[in-house]
């Protein structure tokens, strides 16, 4: 309870603090909002917390405190690369909680960093109060992302933008320019709809990843083949959110991955893409902070 007294007490205002990891790098985060903490990793891989925004006011109920990864928006760059894996980011994920002073927390990951924070769980499963995994990436557990994929891409065939972004999405770039031309043709696939909150996003994302980072994410890693059966004797709720139309999970592989969990709920949003706080905010608020409130953590 002292914890989270303390927590809240430096959460008023929206700003950018920073903190020394466990090898020294400096890493920053961006605190917002009110209610218990919510500490949200953000995905990517590579990208920084800002596209997060304030998770489709989810902040009118939670205090969020949104980690920059290392490397990434206001967060210094590690001398050694090798710890941009996403194995390795663990370290860090663990670090920022020990400077929050919190003994147990409530964590966010979306899409790679649900990878993080699946390890993060299995780890530390007794820091963990309940966690909330948004389109998260499954490599980690040897699941693959795009099952019935096809199926998801024809649902949206009666958009004006697909059959370019279908093209796009299945080329291949020899350039950089080629390749931020395909990524803006095929962006409308991973939204529920084109509208300009949807652009406006897609538009921002170049400037918020940084190479190295996204490089190195999955860089050298191995998934373990005894995580799968640690993560089914995981003692924490863990809810799950997948997006209709999100074609990197689909609603197939994320079902997978609920399946695997022992105590996992599946929300799936209808005609949302793998930003579901953008395409309908007040529906994943709802959904989150329901199962937030309706999961108390253990005394």
Same mark, same amino acid.
């Given at each position: 309870?002292?914890?989270?007294?303390? @927590?809240?007490?430096?959460?008023?205002?929206?700003?950018?603090?920073?903190?020394?990891?466990?090898?020294? @790098?400096?890493?920053?985060?961006?605190?917002?909002?009110?209610?218990?903490?919510?500490?949200?990793?953000?995905? =990517?891989?590579?990208? +920084?917390?800002?596209?997060?925004?304030?998770?489709?006011?989810?902040?009118?109920?939670?205090?969020?405190?949104?980690? %920059?990864?290392?490397?990434?928006?206001?967060?210094?760059?590690?001398?050694?690369? @090798?710890?941009?894996?996403?194995?390795?980011? &663990? !370290?860090?994920?663990? $670090?920022?909680?020990?400077?929050?002073?919190?003994?147990?927390?409530?964590?966010?990951?979306?899409?790679?960093?649900?990878?993080?924070?699946?390890?993060?769980?299995?780890?530390?499963?007794?820091?963990?109060?309940?966690?909330?995994? &948004?389109?998260?990436?499954? *490599?980690? &557990? =040897?699941?693959?992302?795009?099952?019935?994929?096809? +199926?998801?891409?024809? *649902? *949206? #065939?009666?958009?004006?933008?697909?059959?370019?972004?279908?093209? $796009?999405?299945?080329?291949? #770039?020899?350039?950089? !320019?080629?390749?931020?031309?395909?990524?803006?043709?095929?962006?409308?696939?991973?939204?529920?709809?084109?509208? +300009? #909150?949807?652009?406006?996003?897609?538009?921002?994302?170049?400037?918020?990843?940084?190479?190295? $980072?996204?490089?190195?994410?999955?860089?050298?890693? /191995?998934?373990?083949?005894?995580?799968?059966?640690?993560?089914?004797?995981?003692?924490?709720?863990?809810?799950?959110?997948?997006?209709?139309?999100?074609?990197?999970?689909?609603? @197939?592989?994320? *079902?997978?991955?609920?399946?695997?969990? /022992?105590?996992? %709920?599946?929300?799936?949003?209808?005609?949302? =893409?793998?930003?579901?706080?953008?395409?309908?905010?007040?529906?994943?608020?709802?959904?989150?902070?329901?199962?937030? #409130?309706?999961?108390?953590? $253990?005394?």
């Amino acid at each position: 309870m002292a914890a989270h007294k303390r @927590t809240e007490a430096v959460a008023n205002s929206d700003c950018m603090r920073r903190f020394r990891s466990w090898d020294g @790098t400096e890493l920053a985060y961006r605190v917002v909002g009110s209610g218990q903490p919510l500490v949200c990793v953000p995905g =990517g891989p590579g990208q +920084a917390a800002e596209y997060l925004g304030e998770l489709g006011a989810l902040s009118d109920h939670r205090t969020l405190f949104l980690l %920059d990864n290392r490397g990434t928006g206001g967060s210094q760059a590690p001398q050694d690369a @090798t710890t941009y894996r996403v194995d390795r980011l &663990v !370290q860090d994920v663990e $670090a920022f909680r020990a400077h929050l002073g919190l003994e147990r927390m409530d964590l966010f990951g979306h899409s790679a960093s649900g990878g993080t924070c699946l390890l993060y769980a299995a780890e530390h499963p007794h820091r963990v109060d309940r966690l909330v995994l &948004v389109a998260p990436s499954l *490599r980690v &557990v =040897g699941i693959r992302s795009d099952l019935d994929v096809d +199926a998801v891409l024809t *649902r *949206r #065939a009666h958009e004006p933008w697909y059959a370019d972004a279908v093209a $796009a999405l299945r080329a291949e #770039a020899t350039t950089p !320019q080629e390749l931020e031309r395909y990524r803006w043709l095929s962006a409308p696939l991973l939204y529920g709809r084109w509208n +300009a #909150a949807a652009q406006a996003q897609a538009a921002a994302e170049p400037a918020q990843f940084f190479q190295p $980072a996204t490089d190195g994410f999955y860089a050298g890693f /191995d998934p373990d083949p005894a995580l799968p059966k640690r993560l089914a004797e995981l003692p924490v709720p863990v809810l799950l959110i997948a997006g209709e139309y999100d074609i990197w999970p689909t609603c @197939t592989a994320v *079902r997978q991955l609920a399946d695997l969990l /022992d105590e996992a %709920d599946l929300g799936l949003l209808p005609e949302a =893409g793998h930003f579901p706080w953008v395409d309908h905010p007040a529906a994943f608020v709802t959904a989150v902070q329901g199962y937030l #409130a309706g999961h108390q953590p $253990a005394k």
